[in-house]
Nanobody, 115 residues
Framework: QVQLVESGGGLVQAGGSLRLSCAASGVIDSFSAMAWYRQAPGKQREFVAVASSSGGTNYLDSVKGRFTISRGNAKNTVYLQMTSLKSEDTGVYYC?????????WGKGALVTVSS
């Protein structure tokens, strides 16, 4: 069983920065990617960024140049550094990974960007 716990959400003014963290516990496939998704009020959950265990990354177009995803040295943590935040970045941010063929989600961290 894998558990993902997010932290670091909060309220920030537009133009500000936040750093989200996600720690995974349980048996993690060392080759599993870890990712961040978000869900804005009234909208579907969307992909934000992914980081492979080898360091490869990919981003939603609207966050490129503003967000940076990274993996911890132990590979069971993932971070999302968010800068130049905009009101449209508001939402619940979820951590994602896959282990033994199953997908796991964290419970989410709320990010609110005030304009």
């Amino acid at each position: 069983q894998v558990q993902l716990v997010e932290s670091g959400g909060g309220l920030v003014q537009a133009g500000g920065s936040l750093r989200l963290s996600c720690a995974a516990s349980g048996v993690i496939d060392s080759f599993s990617a870890m990712a961040w998704y978000r869900q804005a009020p009234g909208k579907q959950r969307e992909f934000v960024a992914v980081a492979s265990s080898s360091g490869g990354t990919n981003y939603l177009d609207s966050v490129k140049g503003r967000f940076t995803i990274s993996r911890g040295n132990a590979k069971n943590t993932v971070y999302l550094q968010m800068t130049s935040l905009k009101s449209e970045d508001t939402g619940v941010y979820y951590c994602w990974t896959m282990a033994s063929g199953r997908v796991y989600w964290g419970k989410g961290a709320l990010v609110t960007v005030s304009s």
